[in-house]
């Protein structure tokens, strides 16, 4: 995986960080300077620690674990929605619901019942059992339902980490996170508190090019590592399909090996 370069960085205006007087001293090491009120992140840093993030998550993905999207923002909410859809990984983007982590038993039912109620709609049967106002209710259950658990519909157990767009605005996930000791990995801009994330990247959480540059670059290195362990799948069926083959091919010498000195001692008597 290639690291970001300072051109493209500078294009998307990743640099861009909050007015000083709003800055968070912690993030002191990220910054590079200060120029007409605002604070400029240090790109070398976002680059150093973007590449380090992007490895670990790879490593994650290619394990067969999942990574959950966090970005209700509206600069960000809609662009995370369609890379995660894409990744096929669980997102949050319209609002989190307390204990989305910490009480996932609780949640799980609730995804039961939007996936019961799905099922229910897609059968036959649905417009005769129902009446109309009856079908309406089920309907706009089901939309409500999918509107805030749609993005985790498909999660059967608890993420192996979060990949969260602002930490400030996000301050329920993270903390439900950090609660399970999942790892963290976000886009931290300078009004935040580096030291509640395990992965930092230093960046423009508030601009729609920034965010989506970083994520492009997030999705990428994701990408690979789902290709990764479908490219290991794929070799080990192929191995498994030799050794069985030749397995079969050593059984079937034996076989005829045995019916041979079967005949021979037969026919010496």
């Given at each position: 995986m290639e690291k970001l370069n300072h051109k493209d960085l500078l294009k998307a205006g990743v640099h861009f960080g909050h007015l000083t007087r709003k800055w968070n001293p912690k993030m002191?090491?990220?910054?590079?300077?200060?120029?007409?009120?605002?604070?400029?992140?240090?790109?070398?840093?976002t680059i150093d620690c973007a590449f380090t993030a992007?490895?670990?998550?790879k490593n994650i993905v290619k394990s067969g674990r999942k990574v959950m999207f966090v970005a209700t923002k509206k600069q960000a909410?809609?662009?995370v929605a369609k890379i995660a859809k894409k990744l096929n990984m669980p997102y949050v983007t319209e609002r989190w619901l307390g204990g989305m982590?910490?009480?996932?038993?609780?949640?799980?039912?609730?995804?039961?019942k939007l996936s019961s109620i799905q099922t229910q709609m897609s059968n036959d049967s649905f417009e005769d059992d129902f009446a109309k106002k009856e079908k309406l209710m089920?309907?706009?259950?089901?939309d409500k339902l999918d509107k805030v658990l749609g993005g985790i519909s498909s999660l059967s157990?608890?993420?192996?980490?979060?990949?969260?767009?602002?930490?400030?605005?996000?301050?329920?996930?993270?903390?439900?996170?950090?609660?399970?000791?999942?790892?963290?990995?976000a886009l931290v801009d300078t009004n935040s508190d580096p030291n509640l994330?395990?992965?930092?990247?230093?960046?423009?959480?508030?601009?729609?090019?920034?965010?989506?540059?970083?994520?492009?670059?997030?999705?990428n290195g994701i990408q690979k590592g789902i290709d990764e362990r479908e490219q290991l799948k794929e070799e080990m069926?192929?191995?498994?399909?030799?050794?069985?083959?030749?397995?079969?091919?050593?059984?079937t010498e034996k076989a005829m090996k045995e019916k041979k000195e079967s005949i021979k001692s037969k026919s010496s008597k």
């Open positions: 002191s090491e990220y910054v590079f300077m200060e120029q007409n009120g605002i604070h400029l992140i240090d790109l070398n840093r992007v490895s670990s998550l909410k809609d662009y982590l910490t009480n996932f038993s609780t949640i799980r039912k609730s995804l039961k089920i309907s706009r259950e089901r157990r608890i993420p192996a980490a979060l990949f969260i767009v602002d930490i400030k605005f996000e301050e329920i996930a993270l903390k439900e996170a950090r609660k399970l000791n999942l790892p963290i990995y994330v395990d992965f930092p990247i230093p960046a423009n959480d508030d601009s729609f090019n920034s965010i989506s540059f970083i994520m492009d670059y997030i999705a069926r192929i191995k498994d399909e030799k050794e069985a083959a030749l397995k079969e091919k050593k059984a």
